[in-house]
């Protein structure tokens, strides 16, 4: 599975989420949000009295066991060639510490190989070798890009993958950890079936409780299991689910709002040996108290549509180039994390490949009449003329709701040259890249920049969701009041 890249924000953002020029967007869905009360996950016993006559499905295991929140994840503890003259005891673990990060440590220093600039590593496993290239930070440690064990074309049958930073959603199916003791029954279990494929979530039964502690301290912790097979029970190789788990690792940020990965895949084979392992760094944010995506953790009908549609796109690679592009914008908008105007620029970036998309490739303008320089029905078009056109294909409204954005609203009322949202967001993404006089337009007005970014990303979230094909239901992500489980059909529905 590819590694992502990531775009990052330069230091010219100057504004933190919490200046007094501006609303503060860490507020949103914080302390005193409404939020519906729920039941915990493990419920009475008692009230499975009636289900028991269908014997309890056993929870996934994880090939890798839980582990606490940000603590690291053992992956090897064994001989280690490739850093010394001679083989060495040495560990390798995923680390959460700052980030997640694959680190090593051998139990013999070499003051030569902590020179070099990378060392060509060999874990000595039971089940064979497997290499990983390290970089040395001191004598006797250093960390790694990743590695692959095994063959990307060994036929399998299952693959485990182990999800990291999910919320905590209701979940459709009871599972146990001893499938024999009706006592242990919870609710942990959430399956579907997308193209070929059928997809398992399994979550962990102290979940409630160690999202709590993620949530607190803004920490990573493992929160599902999930088991991927061929719907019809055929064997397939990690190439043909390549796509399956890119997918599933962009379209589950998208709903969320934050990068959640499915990290260290391990391939089963027939006989149940391990056939096929990875071990990648994906791109991981940490838990949030509440998702800032446009999907309602408790709607798994519209989680299932987003993911179903995900993995059929991204079967094409031609599509999932394009389509995962704009996913990644709307994440890197659709967060809290970082300052107000780097996630305008990273959702009007994704507003504007959208329209590229839609209208040039599209064949409605020509580059020309796209850029202003030839005439368009008579006129030569500006930014807000070619977002209202993208938006108006979808049929998502750039109005102005006072009761929703009132700040915009106001800037509207005082300004003659913009009339509705699509002039506001282009006008104030044109003053943070081109800068031709002060930035008194952006920030005179408090609260402006934050609802001018949650209205791009809702623009943003809502024509990817278009682009995907998707009916269901979403989040508003231009309201900061409210009731977080209020969702409404897409417009186009």
Excluded at 300 to 317: G, H, M, Q, W, Y
């Amino acid at each position: 599975m590819a590694s992502i890249e990531r775009a990052v924000a330069g230091r010219m953002f100057l504004t933190p989420v919490g200046d007094r020029n501006v609303r503060s967007a860490a507020t949103i869905g914080g302390p005193g949000q409404n939020t519906p009360a729920r039941s915990d996950s493990v419920r009475d016993p008692g009230a499975y009295a009636g289900v028991m006559a269908t014997p309890l499905n056993e929870a996934l295991k994880p090939w890798y066991g839980f582990n606490g929140p940000s603590e690291p994840i053992e992956l090897f503890h064994d001989e280690i060639g490739g850093h010394g003259s001679a083989d060495c005891q040495g560990t390798v673990a995923f680390s959460f510490s700052r980030r997640p990060v694959i680190e090593w440590e051998v139990s013999v220093p070499d003051f030569k190989a902590a020179r070099k600039g990378s060392l060509d590593l060999t874990l000595h496993r039971p089940d064979g070798p497997m290499p990983l290239i390290g970089r040395a930070s001191g004598t006797q440690c250093g960390s790694s890009n990743g590695s692959e064990f095994g063959s990307r074309h060994s036929n399998l049958t299952r693959i485990i993958a182990h999800w990291f930073n999910l919320p905590d959603w209701w979940c459709r199916e009871l599972i146990s950890e001893t499938p024999d003791n009706p006592d242990s029954a919870y609710d942990g279990r959430w399956s579907f079936q997308a193209s070929s494929w059928t997809i398992t979530f399994d979550k962990r039964r102290d979940l409630d409780e160690v999202l709590k502690q993620a949530k607190r301290s803004n920490l990573y912790v493992m929160t599902h299991v999930m088991e991927l097979r061929r719907t019809d029970g055929k064997e397939f190789s990690a190439e043909d689910a390549d796509h399956v788990l890119d997918a599933l690792h962009v379209g589950m940020s998208f709903a969320i709002g934050r990068w959640a990965a499915p990290l260290l895949p391990v391939g089963f084979s027939h006989d149940g040996s391990v056939a096929w392992e990875e071990w990648l760094p994906l791109h991981l944010d940490t838990a949030d108290s509440v998702t800032p995506g446009w999907w309602y953790q408790n709607d798994l009908n519209s989680l299932e549509e987003v993911l179903r549609l995900t993995i059929e796109k991204f079967a094409d690679p031609i599509i999932c180039a394009r389509l995962g592009f704009q996913m990644k914008f709307s994440i890197l908008s659709a967060g809290y994390h970082g300052f107000v105007e780097s996630r305008v620029i990273n959702g009007t970036a994704g507003l504007e490949h959208m329209q590229w998309q839609h209208l040039v490739l599209g064949k409605i303008l020509t580059e020309k009449q796209y850029k202003g320089r030839d005439l368009w029905n008579g006129r030569h078009l500006v930014a807000a003329d070619r977002l209202r056109m993208t938006l108006d294909a979808a049929q998502i409204s750039y109005d102005v709701d006072f009761s929703i954005m009132p700040e915009i609203h106001n800037f509207i009322r005082r300004d003659a040259n913009a009339k509705d949202g699509a002039d506001v967001v282009t006008r104030i993404r044109n003053r943070l890249v081109h800068p031709k006089a002060g930035q008194e337009i952006v920030y005179d007005q408090p609260g402006l920049l934050v609802e001018v970014w949650a209205l791009a990303r809702h623009f943003l979230a809502l024509l990817v969701l278009h682009s995907l094909g998707f009916t269901g239901k979403y989040r508003d992500l231009r309201k900061f009041q409210g009731w977080y489980g209020e969702t409404e059909k897409v417009p186009w529905a």
